[in-house]
């Protein structure tokens, strides 16, 4: 009788190992497939930087069409301010006291506030209220706080800044907007009338929302932290047609979608925006009353926090730097 030789039990990667990649590969499909169904439209969208042909990062660049479906609302209503703070007596230093009692006379009598001083009290209040929360103002060429290891800028254009370079907060007023929105055109390639940016009670301009987006891709690039739930707030800040408040717009972007936007991921986290519609001026008149002044001492304090964690600054420091790796 002849011998047989032993079966050997053979490993399925040896009998089909095409089949088991193909097996692998089906079930991650599935997968993927699962998670886009699973994804709800209120948290998650599609990157819409998988719209262009090649990769285009800087949101300048991109079409309004991506700008909305990141999440940009074309109108969005007014939320309550900011919960009031109580300011100390110490807040109002000389120079915020003369700015305040000028726009808020003017203000009272119904005259309308021009540009220069409604830049002017947006700047001293920032430094004095630093000041109070025992923030260092020093000059150089501009006024720039210094939160622990972070330098800010603090201009009327360029507004509240930090980590270097990452804007915080920019103030814009009618003008500055309108030449800011003419360049953006420009560089977008669209030519068309730059008229002023709309200043309406609920719209949301889609110029503000490119540099919202573009001062948070600056703190990704500045190593700027975010806060403890993960998210980026950035805010540009500019007066009503009125000029007696301050329209905020604010928008949290979590750290993840930079992340997303620059890796190429397919579905990225939904950019929350909101809207706030801040007086200048309470009701009391009172300069401690003012609504406007209880939230800029929040966003130093803000600030302040998210020192805590910066990285050292560095340098040079200009208003231009932001603009630089388009």
Same mark, same amino acid.
């Not at 193909?22 to 699962?34: G, I, L, Y």
């Not at 030449?179 to 609920?202: K, N, P, T, V, Y």
């Not at 805010?235 to 949290?252: E, H, K």
């Given at each position: 009788?002849?011998?047989?030789?032993?079966?050997?039990?053979?490993?399925?990667?040896?009998?089909?190992?095409?089949?088991?990649?193909?097996?692998?590969?089906? /079930?991650?499909? *599935?997968?993927?497939?699962?998670?886009?169904? &699973? *994804?709800?439209?209120?948290?998650?969208?599609?990157?819409?930087?998988?719209?262009?042909?090649? !990769? /285009?990062?800087?949101? !300048? #660049?991109?079409?309004?069409?991506?700008? +909305?479906?990141?999440?940009?609302?074309?109108?969005?209503?007014?939320?309550?301010?900011?919960?009031?703070?109580?300011?100390?007596?110490?807040?109002?230093?000389?120079?915020?006291?003369?700015?305040?009692?000028?726009?808020?006379?003017?203000?009272?009598?119904?005259?309308?506030?021009?540009?220069?001083?409604?830049?002017?009290?947006?700047?001293?209040?920032?430094?004095? !209220? #630093?000041?109070?929360?025992?923030?260092?103002?020093?000059?150089?060429?501009?006024?720039?706080? &210094?939160? =622990?290891?972070?330098?800010?800028?603090?201009?009327?254009?360029?507004?509240?800044?930090?980590?270097? /370079?990452?804007?915080?907060?920019?103030?814009?007023?009618?003008?500055?907007?309108?030449?800011?929105?003419? +360049?953006?055109?420009?560089?977008? @390639?669209?030519?068309?009338?730059?008229?002023? #940016?709309?200043?309406?009670?609920?719209?949301?301009?889609?110029?503000?929302?490119?540099?919202?987006?573009?001062?948070?891709?600056?703190?990704?690039?500045?190593?700027?932290?975010?806060?403890?739930?993960?998210?980026?707030?950035?805010?540009?800040?500019?007066?009503?047609?009125?000029?007696?408040?301050?329209?905020?717009?604010?928008?949290?972007?979590?750290?993840?979608?930079?992340? =997303?936007?620059?890796?190429?991921?397919?579905?990225?986290? +939904? !950019?929350?925006?909101?809207?706030?519609?801040?007086?200048?001026?309470?009701?009391?008149?009172?300069?401690?009353?003012?609504?406007?002044?209880?939230?800029?001492? @929040?966003? *130093?304090?803000?600030?302040?926090?998210?020192?805590?964690?910066?990285? #050292?600054?560095?340098?040079?420091? @200009?208003?231009?730097?932001?603009?630089?790796?388009?």
């Amino acid at each position: 009788m002849t011998a047989q030789a032993p079966q050997l039990p053979l490993s399925p990667s040896l009998l089909a190992p095409a089949m088991v990649v193909f097996e692998s590969a089906q /079930v991650v499909k *599935v997968q993927r497939k699962t998670r886009r169904r &699973s *994804v709800h439209l209120d948290t998650h969208i599609p990157n819409p930087v998988q719209m262009f042909d090649r !990769i /285009v990062i800087h949101p !300048i #660049a991109w079409p309004e069409e991506a700008l +909305r479906w990141m999440g940009v609302p074309r109108r969005l209503p007014s939320t309550l301010p900011p919960r009031s703070v109580t300011l100390p007596p110490a807040t109002m230093s000389a120079a915020l006291r003369k700015a305040y009692d000028n726009v808020a006379e003017m203000l009272d009598s119904g005259e309308h506030v021009p540009r220069e001083d409604l830049s002017n009290l947006v700047v001293d209040a920032f430094a004095a !209220i #630093a000041k109070v929360q025992n923030v260092y103002v020093y000059h150089r060429a501009k006024a720039y706080l &210094s939160l =622990g290891d972070m330098r800010v800028r603090v201009e009327p254009i360029h507004g509240f800044s930090a980590s270097g /370079v990452a804007p915080v907060l920019a103030y814009l007023d009618e003008p500055f907007r309108r030449a800011q929105r003419a +360049r953006l055109m420009c560089w977008r @390639g669209i030519h068309a009338d730059c008229h002023a #940016a709309h200043q309406q009670e609920d719209r949301v301009d889609v110029m503000d929302a490119v540099l919202l987006l573009a001062y948070a891709q600056e703190h990704r690039r500045w190593s700027a932290p975010p806060d403890a739930a993960g998210n980026h707030i950035t805010r540009v800040m500019y007066p009503n047609t009125a000029g007696d408040a301050m329209i905020v717009l604010t928008a949290i972007t979590p750290a993840e979608t930079l992340v =997303g936007i620059q890796d190429g991921h397919e579905i990225l986290k +939904r !950019i929350r925006f909101s809207r706030q519609a801040i007086p200048i001026m309470a009701q009391d008149k009172e300069w401690a009353s003012s609504p406007l002044l209880q939230f800029i001492w @929040g966003l *130093v304090e803000e600030g302040g926090k998210l020192a805590v964690k910066a990285p #050292a600054p560095r340098w040079p420091i @200009g208003p231009w730097a932001w603009t630089t790796h388009f």
